[in-house]
């Protein structure tokens, strides 16, 4: 199984500040079809997750621009420009490539 | 629009078997490419996924746990239903459904809300 490492686990930001989450998977997530199936979910207190970004930059529907993704092989990371007090939550990178999917451990962002 | 619900106990014992039913609606599982699959997440902690059931009634389980759990589908139900035998108070956690599309976003774009399941004797 491939296992999905983020740090860090704990990000206190200041708002209107830029945030950073780093994801590193334990083989590449390079698809026999070419393509990188990493996505990144974001989980507000008490809500299910919600699809951020997919295929590791693409920006799912309704997410705000202040979120991009960026990364290749095994190295990826989560940007926030300038955190906003909505962002609060934990973040997970997940990965699509191989059955069985898995998650990273969550970055809990909160604000200082 | 897209939805998710799941349903189920919200208490078993030790021992006993769960059965979690996801009714969704917005797309069809005899799509090409469209997959349900099972997460869930103890109180706390991260999410961790077990199940997959595809378009072409093709399953998929999480290594750890595939002795234990049974996938399925009722496409005129538009329903998937997971299994998991023997729980215990570590399968204590929040239940989820949610959809992907092979071929599309491939990512899990649509969450149910979850059910709690919580178990004890």
């Known amino acids: 199984d491939i296992v999905m490492t983020q740090t860090p686990l704990s990000s206190p930001v200041t708002l209107g500040q830029p945030a950073s989450i780093s994801c590193r998977s334990s083989?590449?997530?390079?698809?026999?079809?070419?393509?990188?199936?990493l996505s990144w979910l974001q989980q507000r207190p008490g809500q299910p997750p919600r699809l951020l970004i997919y295929?590791?930059?693409n920006r799912f529907s309704g997410v705000p621009d202040r979120f991009s993704g960026s990364g290749a092989g095994t190295d990826f990371t989560l940007k926030i420009s300038r955190v906003e007090a909505e962002d609060v939550g934990v973040y997970y990178c997940?990965?699509?490539?191989?059955?069985?999917?898995?998650f990273g451990q969550g970055t809990k962002l909160e604000i200082k | 629009q897209v939805t998710l619900r799941e349903s189920g106990p919200a208490l078993v014992k030790p021992t006993q078997t769960l059965t979690l039913t996801c009714t969704f609606s917005?797309?069809?599982?005899?799509?090409?490419?469209?997959?349900v699959s099972w997460i869930r997440q103890p109180p706390g902690k991260a999410l961790e996924w077990l199940a997959l059931?595809?378009?072409?009634?093709?399953?998929y389980y999480s290594t750890s746990l595939k002795t234990r759990l049974t996938i399925s589908k009722d496409t005129s139900k538009n329903q998937v239903v997971l299994t998991m035998t023997n729980m215990d108070p570590v399968d204590t956690a929040t239940y989820y459904c949610?959809?992907?599309?092979?071929?599309?976003?491939?990512?899990?774009?649509?969450w149910g809300q979850g059910t709690m399941v919580t178990v004890s004797s």
């Open positions: 295929k590791i930059s």
């Open positions: 059931i595809d378009w072409d009634d093709d399953k």
């Open positions: 917005g797309f069809s599982l005899s799509t090409s490419g469209m997959c």
């Open positions: 997940m990965q699509a490539t191989q059955l069985m999917y898995t």
């Open positions: 083989q590449s997530l390079v698809h026999s079809d070419g393509n990188t199936y």
């Open positions: 949610a959809r992907i599309a092979v071929a599309g976003f491939d990512a899990f774009d649509i």
